[in-house]
C-alpha cells in the first residue's frame, strides 16, 4: 500500500475512535529492505524509521546521514551491544529485562545523556520471545523507575503471528490494562503514556485498543528479503 493510503486509512480510523491525528506515530519498519527504498519512503514524505539488527542499522544510518531521519531500535539487543545503541536511536523499543534496562542506564550515565526507551513485554509467554511478563514486570516496577540515564516512555509488545488480527485483540487490551496498573503503581519522572503496538497484519485492531505507535514493515515496503 502506499504510505499516502496507509496515513489516509489511520486518520479516518482515529477520527471515527475521536482520537487526533497526532495522538499516532507510524513508524516504517526498514529492517532488511534496501538503502533505496528507504531514501523513497522518506521523498514521499516519510521521516521516522525502525531497525530490528545493530550492525545494519548503524551502516544505514550512517549512509543515509544526509537525511533527516528519526531512528528507532525494535530488535533484540544484547548487552554486550548497548554501547552501540544508547544514544543512537530516538526510542529503543525492546527493553525485554531488568539488566538489560541496568546496562542502558549505566553506558547513558556515562555518556551523560538519557536514553528513552520502551518496556518490552511478552504477554503471551512465548520462550521464543523476548520480554518481560506482566507479573514479574510489577515486581519489578520500582527498581526500574529508579535507574538514572533511561526514561520510560511507555510498553511494547509483539504478539504471536496468528492469520486472524482478532486474535491478538486481548494482548493489545492487556498491554493497555498492565499500562494503566503500572501508573497506579507511580511511574515518577517516567511519562509511560506511548503503546507501542500492531504491524502490517493488526495495526487496525492496535489502534483501537489504544496504539499510540504502530510499526510497519511489510505494507509499507513490500516483503522482506530474508536474513541470510
Ligand atoms: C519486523 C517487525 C515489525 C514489522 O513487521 P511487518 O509485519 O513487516 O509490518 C514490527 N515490529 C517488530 C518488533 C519487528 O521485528
Known amino acids: 500500500m502506499s504510505l499516502e493510503t496507509v ?5 479516518e480510523q482515529l ?22 527504498k528507504i531514501r523513497r519512503l522518506h521523498s514521499a514524505g516519510h521521516n521516522i524509521f525502525a531497525e530490528n539488527y545493530v550492525q545494519e ?3 544505514k544510518q550512517d549512509t543515509l546521514k544526509d537525511l533527516d531521519i528519526e531512528w528507532h531500535f ?39 545523556t538519557t536514553q528513552k526507551v520502551l518496556i518490552q513485554v511478552n504477554l503471551a509467554q512465548e520462550i521464543t520471545k523476548g520480554g518481560f511478563d506482566g507479573e514479574s514486570l510489577l515486581k519489578v516496577w520500582s527498581e526500574i523507575t529508579a535507574l538514572p540515564g533511561i526514561e520510560i516512555t511507555g510498553l511494547m509488545t509483539m504478539p504471536p503471528l496468528t492469520d486472524d488480527p482478532e486474535d491478538v485483540r486481548p494482548y493489545f487490551r492487556q498491554l493497555r490494562e498492565l499500562q494503566t496498573e503500572l501508573l497506579k503503581q507511580g511511574a515518577g519522572r517516567h511519562p509511560l503514556h506511548e503503546l507501542s503496538m500492531g504491524t502490517s497484519h493488526d495495526y487496525h485492531v492496535a489502534i483501537e485498543e489504544g496504539a499510540t505507535i504502530v510499526r510497519l514493515g511489510t505494507i509499507l515496503f513490500g516483503e522482506r528479503p530474508r536474513k541470510n
Do not use: W
Open 7 to 11: 496515513r489516509e486509512e489511520c486518520h
Open 15 to 36: 477520527k471515527q475512535l475521536g482520537r487526533t491525528r497526532e495522538s499516532l506515530k507510524l513508524i516504517a519498519v526498514s529492517k532488511l529492505q534496501p538503502i533505496e
Open 57 to 59: 542499522a548503524l551502516l
Open 74 to 112: 525494535i530488535g533484540t539487543l544484547q548487552k554486550n551491544k548497548v554501547k552501540m545503541v544508547v544514544g543512537k536511536f530516538v526510542l529503543v523499543h525492546s527493553v525485554d529485562s531488568f539488566e538489560l534496562a541496568r546496562a542502558i542506564s549505566n553506558y547513558a550515565e556515562k555518556i551523560k
